[in-house]
């Protein structure tokens, strides 16, 4: 069982950065791959980033290539998004999520997750 509490969240003008943070409680969170979803009013959550257990593997939406950086540091038990060169369109409630299992692949659907945290509300201004 783990359990993920997101925090980071906020108002930020386009163009500024967040960095999101996850921290899991439970004794196996380096054995979880780790992602990280959003979901906007009226749509469907999507896969924004995810990180093999190791790190060594790592997935982006295409629409956050080259602004978002997922990381995670499995001593301390959480796993980041760093946010930079926000826009409007980014803002969403941002979920982290945990996936039991060896594989990564297929690691953009959040059907392959068994934990989820509550949210944080990310909102970027025009």
């Known amino acids: 069982q783990v359990q993920l509490v997101e925090s980071g969240g906020g108002l930020v003008q386009a163009g500024g950065s967040l960095r999101l943070s996850c921290a899991a409680s439970?004794?196996?969170?380096?054995?979880?791959?780790m992602g990280w979803f959003r979901q906007a009013p009226g749509k469907e959550r999507q896969c924004v980033a995810a990180?093999?257990?190791?790190?060594?593997?790592?997935y982006y939406a295409d629409s956050v290539k080259g602004r978002f950086t997922i990381s995670r540091d499995n001593a301390k038990k959480t796993v980041y998004l760093q946010m930079n060169s926000l826009k409007p369109e980014d803002t969403a409630v941002y979920y982290c999520?945990?996936?039991?299992?060896?594989?990564?692949?297929?690691?953009?659907?959040?059907?392959?997750?068994?934990?989820w945290g509550q949210g944080t509300q990310v909102t970027v201004s025009s």
């Open positions: 999520a945990g996936r039991p299992g060896i594989y990564f692949s297929g690691s953009y659907s959040p059907t392959q997750y068994a934990y």
């Open positions: 439970g004794r196996t969170f380096s054995n979880y791959a």
């Open positions: 990180i093999s257990q190791s790190g060594g593997n790592i």
